[in-house]
Nanobody, 115 residues
Framework: QVQLVESGGGLVQPGGSLRLSCAAS????????MGWYRQRPGKQRGVIAT???????DYSDPVKGRFTVSRDNAKTALFLQMNELKLEDTAVYYC?????????WGQGIQVTVSS
């Protein structure tokens, strides 16, 4: 099993930047894809960024060009660099890891974009 813990959330002004981190532990050598979901107020949780075992990345349209996902080679840490933040980026952000036909999720962390 893989355990995930997010950190780095908080309050930021529009146009600002924030970097989320996700620490992975447990069966990390089995992970093949990691990424981030978010759940905006009143909306369903949706994927925003993924990174595969080979390092290939993909982004949802709302964050493309502003957010960057990365991870360390040991697959024990995942990051999300968020730039040019907008009010609509306010959400609870979750990291996930896919492995052995299943997935683990972090507990989620709040990001609030407000002036």
């Amino acid at each position: 099993q893989v355990q995930l813990v997010e950190s780095g959330g908080g309050l930021v002004q529009p146009g600002g930047s924030l970097r989320l981190s996700c620490a992975a532990s447990g069966n990390t050598f089995s992970i093949y894809t990691m990424g981030w979901y978010r759940q905006r107020p009143g909306k369903q949780r949706g994927v925003i960024a993924t990174i595969t075992q080979s390092g290939a990345t993909d982004y949802s349209d709302p964050v493309k060009g502003r957010f960057t996902v990365s991870r360390d080679n040991a697959k024990t840490a995942l990051f999300l660099q968020m730039n040019e933040l907008k009010l609509e980026d306010t959400a609870v952000y979750y990291c996930f890891a896919a492995y052995n036909g299943t997935a683990s999720w972090g507990q989620g962390i709040q990001v609030t974009v407000s002036s």
